[in-house]
Nanobody
Framework: QVRVEESGGGLVQAGESLRLSCSVF????????VAWFRQAPEKEREFVAG????????DYAPSVKGRFIITRDDDLNMVSLQMNNLKPDDTAVYYC?????????????????WGQGTQVTVSS
């Protein structure tokens, strides 16, 4: 059974940094695409950053490019999201997701394993 667990959310002030971590259990991580999504109140869940595979380059939403960095450690089955220069608009529940490499895209439908989410709140 696949299990995805996020950690690292919290409350910070604008301009500060936060690091999210995600562990994936029950699937071959090195053959999995991984990504972070987020969902703000009354908004659709949106792609934040992702990796198709281990040797690939990370993809980023325009709103976070240059501020967020996604990394993956296939030896530890973990994917992390370093979030710098946070803004109030980054406030949301952040979800980690895993899926098959051939299906990878920035569309949430291409990921079949999801965590419960972790809250990130950025105050102005």
């Amino acid at each position: 059974q696949v299990r995805v667990e996020e950690s690292g959310g919290g409350l910070v002030q604008a301009g500060e940094s936060l690091r999210l971590s995600c562990s994936v259990f029950g699937r071959t991580f090195s053959r999995s695409a991984v990504a972070w999504f987020r969902q703000a109140p009354e908004k659709e869940r949106e792609f934040v950053a992702g990796f198709r595979w281990r040797g690939g380059r990370g993809d980023y939403a325009p709103s976070v490019k240059g501020r967020f960095i996604i990394t993956r450690d296939d030896d530890l089955n973990m994917v992390s999201l370093q979030m710098n220069n946070l803004k109030p608009d980054d406030t949301a529940v952040y979800y980690c997701a895993a899926g098959d490499v051939p299906s990878y895209s920035t569309d949430r439908a291409s990921f079949d394993s999801w965590g419960q989410g972790t809250q990130v709140t950025v105050s102005s």
